[in-house]
């Protein structure tokens, strides 16, 4: 139980264009879903906490109108990344909150995104 | 405001040898501690967790970790090492159902 899904696994664009990566719970309804971007060899940074039916609220720094996200159901989440650029290429990883259980995420298997 | 800091950015160990990575904190308040590990292009699995409780927590694949509040620490530790057990692992910390915050991260080598 509480599996993560991710889509696409891995995206390259071209400089200019936009991607949507979606992020859905497959066996649990989550309330919250949260947003991650991790570099090479680097930690997990928080972008975006995102309640369903709700605007995201972004972590300082990053840039709402460029990273646009949608929490439309219990079960899915997705992040826009509009007008990207080589400097936007990262691993982009999920993660949901199932209903009732405050302290617990569950991650997925993240997003690998290439800008060319 | 919530820190994290694992002391070791790298930790190589030979095969069936005992490991233990560490991780410490800074918070004012109560915590939830958390260790994920997660292998190459892959998202996150966790391990264990601390909510409550005995101080010793036990998780998967025999990892434990001791969440000791004077020092602030929760570190990580598996008595004996496998091959598969390579991988990038991260200490967590949240304060009630807020963000995770994480640790800069932990490489753990296992060598043959």
């Known amino acids: 139980g509480a599996v993560v899904s991710q889509h696409p696994s891995r995206v390259i664009c071209k400089s200019g264009t936009s991607v949507k990566i979606e992020c859905r719970s497959l066996d649990f309804q989550a309330t919250t879903m949260f947003w991650y971007r991790q570099f090479p060899k680097q930690s997990l940074m928080l972008m975006a906490t995102?309640?369903?039916?709700?605007?995201?609220?972004?972590e300082q720094g990053v840039e709402k109108d460029k990273f646009l996200i949608n929490h439309a159901s219990l079960t899915l989440s997705t992040l826009t990344v509009t007008s990207a650029h080589p400097e936007d290429s990262s691993f982009y990883i999920c993660s949901a909150r199932p209903l009732l259980q405050l302290y617990e995420q569950y991650f997925g298997p993240g997003t690998r995104l290439t800008v060319t | 405001a919530q820190s994290v800091t694992q002391l070791d950015s790298q930790v190589p160990v030979f095969e069936e040898a005992p490991v233990e990575l560490r991780c410490n904190y800074s918070s004012s308040v109560s915590v939830y501690l958390f260790w994920y590990v997660q292998y190459p292009n892959q998202g996150l699995q966790l391990l264990l967790k601390?909510?409550?409780?005995?101080?010793l927590v036990k998780g998967i694949n025999g990892f434990e970790a001791e969440f000791n509040k004077s020092q602030t620490s929760f570190h990580l530790r598996k008595p004996s090492v496998h091959i598969s057990d390579t991988a990038e692992y991260f200490c967590?910390?949240?304060?009630?159902?807020?963000?995770?915050?994480f640790g800069q991260g932990t490489r753990l080598t296992i060598n043959p």
């Open positions: 967590a910390v949240s304060q009630g159902a807020q963000k995770l915050v």
């Open positions: 601390y909510l409550s409780g005995s101080t």
């Open positions: 995102s309640n369903e039916g709700s605007k995201a609220t972004y």
